[in-house]
């Protein structure tokens, strides 16, 4: 229910640090220690710290418990050192320092949450001593009615530690590195068991060699430095070689790697070179002319490459040029060709980047075959959802996809084949391309293997294709199979059969839709929380609409919340008003006890949250439906009915958007997959169609602004044009056209 931005901003509250220490805050306790026995370290060597945070105050101070190393740009802590000259930050200008990615959070307690960091992530010594460590922490924060965010950061500072650093001697050196390879060259283990041990050994021996620095430990990061999908160690190594007390050492390293004929090429690789070009550890302001040099370095590397060494590197050249890099046209076109020619040789991962972010680079009739082979490489995985099987499967999907987009008829006995297959590889996401409403050929298969289905992984493709092609004519088997399990089967293999109900036989359908909402108890799988959306997603009718607005009722905030969504996405205009009404009545409820909902992340479960939720959800709903306007006017009627903070700032964003006059659509042509992207007052749009339904709504009259991107004209012209015509011709004003950088 939260927003991303929101969580971002929330996230980096408090990262300008002053230029004193602030004030610290005595009822939070930060424990500061070395997560070993020892206070002495050689130059270069590991210094692992270990952080504790604890409060006896209950449920007041917030705690972000996000565990990201720097490499997810964590910057949460601020490192004191004294003396301040004897260390450097290894990575200046190389991270933004914004904490992002997936946090969680939770309130402090008396029994300590900690952390383990390495003080090299973010301090290297350059120099021997005695030095003293203390650590100002971002990561807590108090509820403060105040603050625009409804929280504000508390710093807090660690007790003060000491330990030394000695001059590193060459026999360490050298036995750091060689037990760091030994590691790193024992071959994978065989037992699923035994990896995730195995991978942090490796982070562990990859990490020990990005912070010794010497020539040798920047050498061996290089050679180990080969893109490939080692779990974010390649990352590792180039976080070690960007940050090389040498830069000249490190470039020369990579340098070296890029004539290997056996070293492949990779975009990281790519990346790490460019930044270590202009002679220096932090990127250069030419770095166009960087990137252009080392391009061409590596195209002319790419005759001596051989196996996944070429294709990798190969992919990597024409990934760059197509991103802008300059070369000679006829260069890029024979560099694409070749690209092509080597498409089984490709990792998958680079295959399916063709496939799905370059395919406007590589679509012709050539490539049919080749698709081919690639949508019919059957694979039988006994779990669809592993990470290989995931890889595996996504690639031939986009395989049989793009197949079927450049010769429809000769791929559709391929895609049937797999719609009528006992355990199908894919449900309707991938397999629901065909023009056809229904395929009654496939009704007598699909309901065979809905009987005798026991594979989650299997039944769930199978009922999705139910859902989306099977007549009424197997009705019998589907009820007899789904009538004993509503509101107890898993939602991926309930709602879709609902789904289909609801489209060949509405009266039935709506029944066991009433009795899977209501449906609620330890024995039952609470799918009523998003049945909904599930079904509405897959098939909506009326009937859904009907029993979502008495749903708006629902003493369960869940099941009320995810109807409320429904409607305002798909719902009919007489929805409106059964929003309306619930809206004003949740906030009648919470007049006075407003405060009661002004919850932290930590508080972001239980009935609280989902009572928040569902004021927060029926706003959305009525604000951004597709059936109806909500204009400035209606927002403001909102606005005065809660004193709800979070709800109200989602109306103030809101009626924000209405302040320009002209209103302003903005709108821009992103490359495949993302496509077009819209927005006008509050509402979002990713198709023309979409927008249009939208503007039908306005008034006639209405001025706006059409506002495109500068920097990619040519993408936005058909759109700009179409919009254009489609408003003069509704009666509504073009008041101006801006390109916006």
């Not at 602030?22 to 060597?45: C, H, K, M």
């Not at 694409?336 to 991962?349: K, R, W």
């Not at 999705?464 to 007899?480: G, H």
Request: glycine share 6%.
């Amino acid at each position: 229910m939260y927003s991303l931005i929101l969580f971002l901003l929330l996230s980096s509250l408090g990262s300008p640090h002053p230029p004193s220490p602030p004030e610290v805050d005595q009822n939070v306790t930060f424990q500061l220690s070395i997560a070993s026995d020892r206070t002495e370290f050689y130059l270069g060597e590991t210094i692992p710290l270990h952080l504790a945070f604890s409060s006896t105050v209950k449920n007041h101070y917030q705690i972000n418990t996000a565990q990201y190393d720097r490499s997810g740009r964590m910057s949460y802590e601020q490192f004191n050192l004294s003396p301040a000259d004897g260390a450097v930050d290894p990575l200046a200008g190389h991270l933004s320092g914004v904490g992002g990615g997936i946090s969680s959070f939770d309130f402090l307690t008396p029994a300590p949450w900690s952390i383990t960091l390495n003080l090299n992530e973010w301090l290297r010594f350059t120099e021997p001593g005695e030095y003293r460590l203390s650590v100002t922490s971002h990561r807590v924060n108090v509820k403060d009615s105040s603050n625009p965010f409804g929280l504000s950061s508390v710093p807090i500072r660690s007790n003060e530690i000491t330990f030394k650093i000695i001059p590193a001697t060459p026999e360490w050196q050298k036995q750091v590195l060689t037990s760091a390879a030994a590691v790193l060259n024992q071959p994978p283990p065989s037992k699923p068991e035994e990896r995730e041990k195995d991978a942090s050994a490796r982070r562990k021996a990859l990490e020990s060699l990005r912070f010794l620095g010497t020539p040798d430990a920047t050498a061996e990061l290089a050679r180990r430095f080969r893109g490939e999908e080692n779990g974010g160690l390649d990352y590792i190594c180039m976080l070690g070689l960007i940050s090389s007390p040498d830069p000249g050492v490190a470039r020369r390293a990579l340098e070296h790697e890029l004539e290997e004929p056996e070293h492949p090429i990779s975009d990281n690789f790519f990346y790490a070179l460019q930044t270590l070009t202009g002679g220096a550890g932090a990127p250069d302001q030419d770095w166009r002319s960087d990137r252009r040099q080392v391009l061409e370095s590596l195209v002319s590397a790419l005759p001596a490459k051989r196996g996944m060494a070429l294709t990798v590197s190969l992919t990597t050249a024409v990934n760059q040029a197509w991103n802008g890099v300059e070369l000679p046209e006829q260069t890029t076109k024979a560099l694409s060709e070749q690209m092509v020619s080597l498409f089984d040789q490709l990792p998958p991962d680079g295959q399916a980047l063709l496939l799905t972010y370059r395919w406007d680079k590589i679509a012709s009739p050539n490539m049919i075959p080749i698709l081919r082979r690639v949508a019919e490489n059957y694979q039988e995985f006994p779990q669809m959802r592993e990470m290989n099987a995931y890889g595996s499967l996504d690639l031939s999907a986009s395989a049989l996809q793009r197949w079927f987009e450049l010769d429809p008829i000769g791929a559709r006995p391929a895609i049937l084949r797999e719609i009528t297959r006992p355990r199908p590889r894919y449900g309707a996401r991938v397999l629901g391309i065909l023009p056809d409403k229904t395929l009654p050929e496939a009704d007598f298969a699909l309901a065979e293997h809905l009987t005798a289905g026991t594979d989650f992984d299997g039944l769930a493709n199978v009922v999705s294709l139910i859902a989306r092609y099977s007549t009424e004519a197997i009705l019998p088997q589907v009820t007899a199979k789904l009538d004993p399990e509503l509101g107890k089967w898993a939602c991926a293999i309930q709602d879709p059969l609902l789904a289909y109900m609801l489209r060949v036989n509405p009266a039935l359908a709506r029944p066991r839709i009433e009795e899977a909402v209501a449906a609620r108890g330890k024995e039952f799988s609470a799918c009523n929380h998003g049945l909904f959306q599930s079904i509405a997603e897959i098939h909506y009718d009326p009937a859904l609409g009907e029993i979502g607005i008495h749903s708006l009722d629902d003493p369960d905030p869940q099941v009320a919340m995810t109807a409320a969504t429904m409607l305002g996405r798909y719902g009919s205009p007489a929805a409106e008003s059964a929003l309306r009404e619930r809206f004003a009545a949740w906030s009648a409820a919470w007049t006075g006890r407003e405060a009661e909902l002004d919850l932290t992340f930590a508080e972001s479960s239980g009935d609280l949250a989902y009572q928040l939720g569902l004021g927060e959800n029926l706003v959305q709903a009525i604000a951004t439906a597709k059936s109806w306007l909500t204009d400035e006017s209606s927002l403001r009627r909102l606005s005065e009915l809660t004193r709800v903070k979070r709800v109200r700032d989602e109306l103030d964003s809101y009626l924000k958007t209405w302040e320009n006059h002209p209103l302003i659509i903005s709108f821009h042509n992103n490359p495949a997959p993302s496509g077009l992207e819209a927005r006008l007052v509050q509402y979002e749009f990713h198709s023309v169609d979409e927008m249009e339904s939208k503007l039908r709504q306005f008034p006639s009259g209405t001025k706006f602004v059409l506002m495109t991107p500068s920097h990619d004209p040519e993408a936005d012209e058909h759109t700009l044009a179409e919009l254009s015509s489609f408003l003069n011709s509704h009666g509504m004003i073009v008041a101006a056209v801006k390109r916006q950088n």
